[in-house]
């Protein structure tokens, strides 16, 4: 049997104040799955969303990605991490004032790729996600779906083995959505663990579906 | 190591656009250091220049003897062979009152009162040269000296020579002490604009560690600014300096004639600037250290 890419282990995040956004979760995700967690808002989707990218850390309980305890992670550690993931966030994190291009350049950028093969796999990913001729726009130029399309390519650009999404499709209109889920789906196809944490219940075909509700695994 | 070294570049140029992004803010940022920095290396270099002319005064303790009456040749003969058997003398010259004449006539604006002189009125002396140069030996050989027969005046010279020296002593003390107190002032500016800068560019930062960039990758740029800013404040100094300088050369110029000598100041040399330059550069890497170290690790996993 193979190791799960992404294991869970009895993960508890406490935030100060007292407040208990997960209570002991266990999940596995096995390499080249699709996954969906959801949940109603505030059942700790985010919250899992932050700990698989280092952002945070659990109370207690592990966290393994791709083979490396997250949890117990050093602070060197976690860029190294974050380079094999594609991480699609909620509130986007586009640099305004950089331009299309650049910002699908930063994350080849930051691992010091040389300028001519970035810019060629940048080109690559803004193609993939219908952005080609945009690439000198600045993000606010772009309508909604074009900024998480792009938010797409960013987290596609390393070739990263996991697509982490947060809430992808939460402030687009449903045709938008589907267009957006059929991209997620034709990285999947070639071979990228995907998982997607959304609210949205309409979308839930085709997919394994974690279910959270109060900080605990439902079904 | 071929794509860090291109980071390193990269950063390079980043930091210089940042400086072309905001000309104003940045000019006054460098003036501000131009300034700071002035102050401590003007008062090196006149400090430096004062040295160099003190330096040029003999500092071997003298002491000089006048006769009170013009001898025969025995008694100078007779009295020098005293003198050089006296203990802590290590040499002895004497001069003949003609001797001393022409030397004094060669000063340029004497000659003309000398040549109004009837007779001469120097006496004949002895300059006698200390082994060493303490104060007791000094006073000793003073008033051993003093009661030889034939002599008149005994002066101890070196005296206000070692007055200066060590009222440069002091002065140096003061420009050591000025130049760390403004080194430290240095080290705040570059804090305070990098911490700024770390502030402003906040977004950015954040979003470049999430896709993957190392702490060392986001502090590079600021090193590279903060450096560059003591650097260029360090340049401006520079100029301030020999500026000020060449304006007090000028004025130097039209008194030296007053004076019959002509001291000019050296301005500082090119190793010296360097080395200023390099250790401008080197406080505010410094205080860039200090504003990234604490600024970069709030995102940190909590």
Redesign the interface.
Known sequence: MTQPIISVREVTKRYPGGREALSGISMDIEAGEFVFLTGHSGAGKSTVFRLL?????PSSGSVLVAGQNVSALS??G???L??NLG?V?QDQ???LDRSVFDNVM??L???????RDSARRARAALDKVGLLDREKTRPVALSGGEQQRLCIA?AVV?RPSILIADEPTASLDSEYADTIMGMFRSFNQVGVTVLIATHDRQRLEQGRVVRLSHGRITA | MN??L??HF?SLQQALTRFAEAPLASLANIVVVGVVLALPLGSYSLLSNLQFYAGSVPTEPQISIFLSTSPGRADVAALETRLRNAEGVRSVRFVPRDVALTSLKRLPGLNEVIASLRENPLPDAFVVTLTSSDADTAARLEVQFRGLPGVGTVQVDSAWVRRIESLLRIARSAVLMLALLLGFALVAVTFNTIRLQVLTQH??I??????????A?VRRPFFYQGAALGVAGGIAALCIVQAAMLVFNTDLARLGPVFGILPVLRLLSFQDSLAFLSFAGILGWLGTYLAVSRHLLIS???
């Open positions: 990218a280092a952002i945070e850390r602070p060197r976690i860029p190294f974050r380079r991480l966030f994190k586009l640099l930063l994350p950028l930051v691992t010091g790729q040389p300028y960013r390393n | 794509s860090w291109r980071h990269q977004e950015e954040e979003v470049s560690k999430l896709v993957g960039a190392t702490d990758y940190e996993p909590r």
